[in-house]
T-cell receptor, first 115, second 114 residues
Framework: GENVEQHPSTLSVQEGDSAVIKCTYSDSASNYFPWYKQELGKGPQLIIDIRSNVGEKKDQRIAVTLNKTAKHFSLHITETQPEDSAVYFCAATSYSGAGSYQLTFGKGTKLSVIP | GAGVSQTPSNKVTEKGKYVELRCDPISGHTALYWYRQSLGQGPEFLIYFQGTGAADDSGLPNDRFFAVRPEGSVSTLKIQRTERGDSAVYLC????????????FGPGTRLLVL
């Protein structure tokens, strides 16, 4: 099955600086890579996603890059703000049979933005 | 509401008891997933429904866990003879059911087994 590794586990940045979180995956058949933000006591919230036919995607201060050959993808947050502080999860999905597109998650990165 | 809802938000039970956790998916979403999130970990897949049928239950840890979705909308995750190791956040997600479509998560049910 799929295995997703995520680094770093914790990340502290000064407000206004950039933050980068990296993930690798094992299953070359994976074709969809979402990133979720989870605040304390809440469920994961999708912030951006990328599909395997695209190398990069940007949405305001957030961007994601995908390298299919190396099987890794990264989240970039620019001009960080205190409200960006949360746990971020990367995930990968591929068809697992019987119509299931289950997500396999990394272990998460706790981002702290210091004012 | 527009999002996925889950009830109860918190559940405290004693070891050996039976619990039911409910998920209301986004209206019109045919695909429904249950995940379990232990402290400090990412969510882990439990079971997937397409419509009324459990199409993939490969993530259920043992036969104490069971889930239903009788009318293709609301789903209930059932845990028999709860154990302390079952303590976790149980998350539900729904999607349109098309290949690789976004899964939208609910707020989760925090289960504590004493």
């Amino acid at each position: 099955g799929e295995n997703v590794e995520q680094h770093p586990s914790t990340l502290s940045v000064q407000e206004g600086d950039s933050a980068v979180i990296k993930c690798t995956y094992s299953d070359s058949a994976s074709n969809y890579f979402p990133w979720y933000k989870q605040e304390l006591g809440k469920g994961p919230q999708l912030i951006i996603d990328i599909r395997s036919n695209v190398g990069e995607k940007k949405d305001q201060r957030i961007a994601v890059t995908l390298n299919k050959t190396a099987k890794h993808f990264s989240l970039h947050i620019t001009e960080t703000q205190p409200e960006d502080s949360a746990v971020y999860f990367c995930a990968a999905t591929s068809y697992s049979g019987a119509g299931s597109y289950q997500l396999t998650f990394g272990k998460g990165t706790k981002l702290s933005v210091i004012p | 509401g527009a999002g996925v809802s889950q009830t109860p938000s918190n559940k405290v039970t004693e070891k050996g008891k039976y619990v039911e956790l409910r998920c209301d998916p986004i209206s019109g979403h045919t695909a429904l997933y249950w995940y379990r999130q232990s402290l400090g970990q990412g969510p882990e897949f439990l079971i997937y429904f397409q419509g009324t049928g459990a199409a993939d239950d490969s993530g259920l840890p043992n036969d104490r866990f069971f889930a239903v979705r009788p009318e293709g909308s609301v789903s209930t995750l059932k845990i028999q003879r709860t154990e302390r190791g079952d303590s976790a956040v149980y998350l539900c997600a729904s999607s349109s059911g098309q290949a690789g479509e976004t899964q939208y998560f609910g707020p989760g049910t925090r289960l504590l087994v004493l």
